[in-house]
């Protein structure tokens, strides 16, 4: 089949360099005589086409994605609403009820005449974009995760701007905690996987890193901050992940605070070591400040790699695969595959062994 | 008296800048052959001199303040423990007393030989150097506050980086508003001045900003939020400064929640806008990545004229004032005048004006 | 008379801040019921409108002037062609001639229904302005020089961030020049005025700082090259405004290399100084690097209060002035007042004074 | 046998990064109770001990490196000078002679008792190192290369750092280009590898990216700049290595000009497109700003990686090893292995194609 009309959609939440590979897919799509349209917020612009003003899609075309790569977010707009396979619809009766209504989706492709689909996403989206391959459309994936969790590719755009962006803000409570001799937390993002926590906390010299794949001892913590105070460097700045967990698991975690009463982690941890050090202890969760802003130059290039990159999987007729960076190259997976299992930082890679080398304290 | 040995102390919470000035009063001081001291930790260096490894004060010489400049925090600590003329004495019973042990101080200044002072700080700090002019110390104060709140300067060092960096996060935060449709609220610093909400809010570009100054009404956030998503901009942006007031004051926002139970001002306003507007609505508190980091050029070139104006001060006989900026020039105003009210935001000032004609709601 | 119809244009060399006085006025403007057009390049999209495929003119709307703020440049471009009032126009027999053809000025206003003009640039502009005035029509004039020697204001935008780029600049050479034991020239823009070798010379801890307003002494140069090398600080960084004269004046330059032969005054600077100073010299020129990017926060705020102070001025009823900054608050200067001279650094300014208590070199 | 002290030094070009390294080095050296030492600027502390007031080499202990890795620059110095096997010696009557002096460089490694050499620079410095390690001193080599042109590892840290700064001043460039309808070149590093080139070029957005690695046609470069401005963009960005060539090679360059005469190949283009467009041109050469400044977060994790992987290596007893970076994993190398030859851009690779899939012109 000879390709006329693709659609682009963007899933999840936003990343910097989502625009850059909207932006790379449209222009070689159409310097290949393609057609190129971009579904608005995740497939709703499908699913939903009535509640939008512009009708849920966009022609995508050189001009209009001029001078977009630098800017962070996606000019799709992004949800997490819904799964077509397992959508959540409101019932007349106030209820909710979970439905397949992906022939909605089959159907709004063929209205539209698009012969293949460009899927921006993390794995919610790779899974889904496994199923709707699964339906008959040509299907290519591009990863994107803040986290840097998923399998099949060594990075993803939007990553190296959260590391950046962590490792400044370390930077910044690096001097307050030394003016204050107190003990600065900085939370990061990071569910599953702690990349974040570990880079930006080796980058912007963290004197503790705590993320999910190594339970930590909070004795270790406090020995390590006390031993810096008795070698009169009177602070400590400790890299958490969110997802990072004490030793004894969730279960302590929860009955002592857990992240309804408390702010995440990072408070955890803050009223938890508080009896331990003598310090003033101060928490900062960067949250939403971690996925926003202009991407780096690093993620740039990536999002425009990937992006031609799926262009040119869709001309060669590959189907249902994800692109990857295979450092120094472009690869592509299988896209089972690259939903298969999330990528965690393994306990003796050698980024943990240089902290460890360094001294920096991870818990255990 | 001709000076020769003078001590530089930096009290107060941190700002970026502090060590441009003690560089600059250093090198400017050993120019003119005095002697330079920094007392560390405000003036618990001298008070408590025993506690410190290195006697609590330390020689400032030109090789001692190199490349010091561009550092956030103080390399001399600072600390908010105690003012001499009302310091919190431990008792032998484990209660505690407030006395005044000025004498020490002085005692201490007299040990050393020093012939003046130069006191970096807030208006707390200023508020002491007042009181230790009245023992007879020449006394010159340089006002330090991220908050730009102190009377007799148009501005502080410290200060631009703040707003700066305010501005950076509304920036971050409006891509991944828009890319949710979401209302991003902002919280920065500002117990009773809301100089940086105003400021980074508006080169920001924030739809509503929230100050100590304007108590405000919720409804009119909302009617502003509701507007924008009325218009097809289905997302909003608000910039909060921790002191801010819903109208009708103190009382009804303790009563509905307050500090204690939620995150700060930022969260209130989230939990009470939430049932007047659809979109999903975030908070970020930047809190204390606000005061550190690299102090701007601005700032930079403000401690800098801040620290040899003071010297210079110091050489013209004059005491008992406080160094301030008087565009395009430096003066000296007496330390009563400079403590005697804060700097707030006029309510009509053309800032103010910038906000509502640019559409901005100030939530009144 | 009350208006309803207003026009903006940028003049002169771009400068980051021009978008956010386009979108302030705009903004404010349209608030008060006004229609706004934008002119492109300079004046050249009324003189020769016939060569724009748009008319030479844009409909300045809310959603046109949406998200520019944070941009470089001006999106209606700009120019250094023409003064209509002496025009450089191509005759037939391929010589130029200048010509007053105001004329057509006035027509494409008269046409256009323009009631007023906002005129943003430097002192080009803002003669151009005076003269435009003249004719009837009502103006208001905003400031614009990177270079901050326009008179009648403390400070434009884009200086700001001409300042902080330099100084940036200044750290990276700082790492160079120590590592390699060498002298590091930097040359930026200040063709007059040397604010900006000024101000991050200081924030960048330059040794040496070259400004038009002090005429320099290259054995003074030498000497204190020679003197850091005499003390084990073998590396030198030296600020230059492009501007910046020997003793002896332009003929001594003209003659032994000048601007024509060399690069700029930095590599005249650096032919000179080689026989003098045993260490390795290498000069950087900033040049359009100044004047790109993305404006600083404190810029973005400046161009929005000038910008909105300009239609409160039209309202006002207020013609032929200037908006200018008189901290803390906006004010309004005649137009003539602003272009009569020059605001050059004062030689006995506290910056000056400041540099030369740290031990920066000012060449004298 | 087994370590007790070891040395490192770094020569040839600095680069953000060297810093991290030795602070890793150091922590990783002293953890395993190992004494460490710098040597001064590359071997000249060893071979002219005398010239350095500290002996020419400093003792590195976890005190002296503490906060230096976000430091630009090295705290040892670096030198070009002198390949102590091929050293460039004065002789007494003026002139100079290359003679071997590793027998100096030999004896002063038993002198200071030196078990084993860390080894950070460049191609140049590898090879050296591998001349050490035959005289029989065990050696580990950490690649340091701006232009990313060494072989045997993906990637070295500065690249990123420059790659950044790179990006961040065509971002510039764009804006100023844009307001004024110009062609603005920016001259980047690279000899013999477009790697900065056409990765900042990629990321900024460059319409013309010229590396050495593809010799470029002046004529295909003026047809970009001339199809824009029939397109209404009436500015175009070119993105220029250093050592990029035109078609035919060398010889034509140096005889129309060249870098003798003109300032690189940037300028060399400029004048040579000038006839062929009708846009003025203007040409930025970013130098040395590559090289300086603190290292981005990605080359600070780098560095800390290489460094401890280096003492690692000596503790695993490896010798003549090159430590590389080979995603997701740090590898080891034989030193002869990392400088047989150049890692240039392969002019197939994802990276030229997606510079051709955007429209960028790669001057073919």
Not at 162 to 184: W, Y
Not at 238 to 258: C, D, N, W
Request: aromatic content about 4%; proline content about 4%; some cysteine.
């Amino acid at each position: 089949m000879s390709i006329k009309k693709i659609a682009i959609t963007t899933g999840g939440g936003d990343a910097p360099g989502l625009n850059g590979v909207i932006r790379a897919v449209t222009l070689a799509a159409c310097r290949r005589g393609w057609e190129c349209v971009g579904i608005r917020h995740g497939f709703d612009g499908i699913l939903h086409a009535d509640e939008f003003e512009d009708g849920g899609t966009i022609a995508l075309t050189p001009s209009r994605v001029r001078g977009i790569g630098h800017l962070g977010g996606t000019i799709l707009g992004t949800t997490n609403r819904g799964n077509p396979f397992s959508y959540r619809v409101a019932l007349p009766d106030g209820t909710f009820e979970i439905q397949n209504i992906s022939d909605r989706l089959l159907k709004g492709f063929q209205d539209l005449e698009i012969d293949a689909l460009v899927a921006i996403g993390g794995d919610g989206t790779m899974e889904i974009a496994c199923q709707v391959a699964e339906l008959g459309i040509t299907v290519v994936g591009v990863p994107k995760t803040i986290d840097n969790d998923l399998d099949g590719t060594i990075a993803t755009f939007g990553f190296d701007t959260a590391v950046s962006f962590a490792t400044e803000a370390i930077d910044r409570l690096h001097t307050t905690g030394a003016s204050h001799n107190r003990v600065m937390i900085v939370e990061v993002m990071g569910r599953h996987a702690g990349w974040i926590a570990l880079e930006a906390g080796l980058a912007g010299s963290a004197d503790v890193i705590l993320i999910p794949e190594i339970p930590f001892d909070l004795a270790k913590v406090a020995e390590k901050v006390n031993q810096r105070n008795a070698t009169n460097r009177n602070f400590s700045i400790i890299s958490v992940a969110e997802g990072a967990l004490p030793i004894g698991g969730e279960a302590s975690y929860r009955t002592t605070g857990g992240i309804a009463n408390l702010g995440g982690l990072g408070e955890w941890v803050a009223e938890n070591l508080r009896p331990l050090v003598p310090n003033q202890i101060r928490t900062v969760v960067l949250g939403h400040l971690l996925r926003g802003g202009s991407p780096s130059s690093r993620d740039r290039l990536l999002a425009l790699r990937f992006g031609t990159a799926a262009v040119r999987a869709l001309e060669a007729g590959k189907k249902g695969v994800m692109v990857g960076l295979n450092p120094p190259e472009i690869h592509y997976v299988p896209l089972e595959e690259a939903t298969r299992k999330m990528k965690l930082v393994p306990v003796d890679c050698d980024m943990i062994q240089t902290a460890e080398d360094l001294g920096t304290c991870m818990g255990r």
